[in-house]
């Protein structure tokens, strides 16, 4: 994933940061958003989120 660039400002209305983030995503390539979501759920849920098995859950429901 591609570091951020820290040292840049931008002062813009908040439509016009709307509009910047909605065309640099619709250009970005499918690598791109799939490294960024991955890395977002490494922020949101852990490492074991992307790491780990997605566990399966039974349920048994009684007959009648």
Do not use: H, P, V
Request: overall charge positive; charged content about 40%.
């Amino acid at each position: 994933m591609k570091s951020f660039d820290k040292n840049k400002i931008i002062i813009a209305k908040r439509e016009d940061l709307d509009e910047m983030d909605n065309k640099y995503w619709s250009n970005a390539s499918i690598e791109e958003r799939l490294e960024t979501i991955i890395y977002l759920r490494e922020c949101f849920y852990g490492k074991k989120a992307t790491t780990g098995r997605i566990q399966r859950i039974y349920t048994m429901f009684k007959r009648e």
